[in-house]
């Protein structure tokens, strides 16, 4: 099926908690994802996969 171009597409969206922020946005960027140019928050980084599909990591409290 073609794509039409103006379409809406379903995304999910992953928001993964971590202990370590920093090894954990290291560990992604060594697997392919690259920061995102906008941050919202100290305790969060929004990454973006190989194919530019958004991701956060934060910090897990608990």
């Known amino acids: ?3 039409r171009t103006g379409e ?3 995304q ?3 928001d993964i908690g971590v ?3 920093d090894a954990a ?3 992604a ?3 392919g994802a690259r920061l995102a140019d906008f941050q919202p928050q100290d ?3 929004v ?3 190989p194919a530019g599909h958004p991701f956060c990591l934060y910090v897990d409290a608990d």
């Open 1 to 3: 099926m073609a794509e």
């Open 8 to 10: 809406a597409h379903m």
């Open 12 to 14: 999910l969206h992953l």
């Open 19 to 21: 202990c370590d922020l």
């Open 25 to 27: 946005v290291a560990d």
């Open 29 to 31: 960027q060594r697997l």
């Open 43 to 45: 305790d969060v980084r």
């Open 47 to 49: 990454l973006l996969d």
